[in-house]
Structures are given as C-alpha cells and as structure tokens.
C-alpha cells in the first residue's frame, strides 16, 4: 500500500488504478474467499480493506466516482470484518469527500458526522477528527453557512493538536497542516472569498513540496482560481504555466478538469495578450489530456472486463 500509495503522489491514480485492482483480484482475494491460502487472520481483511479503499482514491482520480463509491462501500465493510475502527471511520471520510464531489453536501456532511460518533468510541486520533471536521466544514460551505465553516475549521485546526490514544491505524492516510489548508481553501472558494482562497493556497504550495506533485498542482490550481476572482489574470497565467508543465505525466482526471474550468474562466480576458497565449497553450495542453484519459479509461475498462 505504501509503495502504490507514494507512486500515486507522482503520477495519479489513473495510471496506478488499474494495477491496484489487478493486486486485490490475484493477491489478496485468494486469502479471503477460499483456496488454499484462504486465512482467518482479521489483519488479512484489514488490509483487504485499505487496499480497496486506496482503489476508490484512484478511482476517482481517474474521474471514475461511481467505481470509487463501489470500492468505498466495500472497504468500509471489510474493516468491519477486519476489527479496525480507525479504518472504517478514514473510510467515512472518504465517502464524504466523494459526496461533496457529487454534489450531495448533506450526505457528506453525514457521512462525517457518523465518523465522528465511531471515533469518539476510541482510540482516539487527532488527524482522522480533524479531517472530519474538515469534511463537515466543507458541507456547511456548499449549504453557504460561512460562521459554521469557520468554527468547524476552527475546530479542526485545533484537533490537530491533540493527542493520541494509542498507536494510529498504519493503513489511514495522513491529514496535516496542509491537508487542511486545501480543505479550507476549497471552503472558502465556495463561499466566494477569493483573498482568503489565495491564502490558503499559498499555505499549500509552501507546505507541499513539489514532488509531491498533484497536491502541489492543486494548491497552484486554487491559487490561479482565486487571482482570476481577483481581476489578476496575468498573474493567474503565470502560475497556471507552471502547473502545466509539472504536471505532464500526472494521469489526474481531476487536475484536468480544473484546467478546463480555468480555460473557461479566462475567457473574458482573452483580449490581453499573455492571456490569449496561455489559452492557446492550455487548448492545446487540454486535447493532449483528453487523449491520456482515454486511453487510462480504456485500460481501466479492460481490467474490470478481466475480473469478470
């Protein structure tokens, strides 16, 4: 999981998504549901079970939300089985981010809600609380209630400095200082503050060094957004320049996507020159994009038709 979970920092989880299926179907699956190497071993379905969950991760950042919802459910079943509350609560998580990119801010903000009724029955960890609240910061921000976004953000920042009770669940991803920058600053975008956007992004870019690549991008890709609500549009180009091309060989449906909404965005400035250069430059950049997703859907299409 570590070695898939740092490639998928570099390059995507479209590239990798594909191969982490194929690992669950002929590596892991054996152990769980019969054969000769079938175990008893709740270990075996707890890393079942975050190994699924890192699939719905890739999934959806292969722009594939109705896989990554299946592979989510899955996980958070299986760490039942596996006895790993930790887990089952990082997985909640994971549904609410996929709420919200599905445009359902009430079901994301219970998806958090009852993470945080399981986690409160211990062990206790301040990451996977302060991602939580992160979640339902990001909820009461899509419903427009700014005072309750900040207080929950507020809540969370604070979480971080709490303290655990015991040792974390090895298989949960971290959620730090800049993890909740990018929350916030997807908070506060949506909540029409442009400034405080910016800020948040620029915590990002500092916090997220650049071969960590896709959070990287996306800490610039707030940035780009927020100079562009700001009437900066050349200064928008200037960064945007940057994203492209440190993230040539990133197979991220969701990078792309951003990418085109700034295409569209820059639109009425295409009138000043560096502008009307950059979306030429991003037109292009896009139709190359277009073609490497098809082709990591069609390889993604052909593993699901291999499983079955």
């Keep these: 999981m570590r070695s898939f979970r740092s490639a998928d920092l570099q390059v995507g989880g479209g590239h990798l998504y594909g191969s982490v299926v194929k690992y669950l179907r002929t590596e892991v699956g054996p152990r769980l549901f019969g054969g000769d190497d079938a175990v008893e071993d709740p270990g075996v379905f707890t890393a079942a079970a975050g190994l699924t969950e890192m699939a719905g991760w890739m999934a959806h950042d292969a722009g594939r939300d109705d896989r990554a919802y299946s592979h989510f459910l899955r996980a958070f079943h299986l760490s039942k089985a596996g006895q790993d509350r930790q887990l089952g609560v990082h997985v909640l998580a994971s549904l ?71 040792e974390p669940s090895e298989w949960i991803s971290h959620f730090d200082s800049g993890s909740l920058a990018s929350e916030a600053a997807r908070c506060m975008r949506q909540l029409g503050r442009p400034a405080e956007t910016q800020s948040h992004a620029e915590a990002i870019i500092r916090l997220r060094p650049s071969n960590r690549t896709r959070s990287h991008a996306f800490g610039q890709l707030f940035l780009t957004a927020a100079l562009i609500d700001q009437g900066e549009p050349e200064h928008a180009c200037r960064v945007l320049q940057d994203v492209v091309e440190s993230t040539q060989s990133l197979g991220s449906y969701l990078v792309v996507q951003q990418l085109r909404e700034i295409y569209e965005r820059l639109t009425p400035y295409a009138g000043i020159n560096s502008v009307a250069e950059t979306r030429q430059m991003l037109a292009e950049t896009l139709r190359q994009r277009a073609w490497l997703q098809q082709w990591i859907i069609s390889g993604t299409v052909e593993t699901q038709t291999e499983q079955r």
């Design 96 to 166: 609410s981010h996929l709420a919200h990119h599905r445009a359902d801010p009430n079901g994301a903000i219970r998806f958090a809600q009852a993470g945080e009724t399981a986690l409160a029955e211990g062990p206790a960890n301040p990451e996977l609380r302060a991602r939580l609240l992160a979640m339902q910061a990001r909820g009461r921000a899509a419903l427009g209630d700014d005072h309750e976004t900040r207080t929950l953000l507020g809540k969370a920042e604070s979480a971080l400095t709490g303290s655990s009770s015991g």
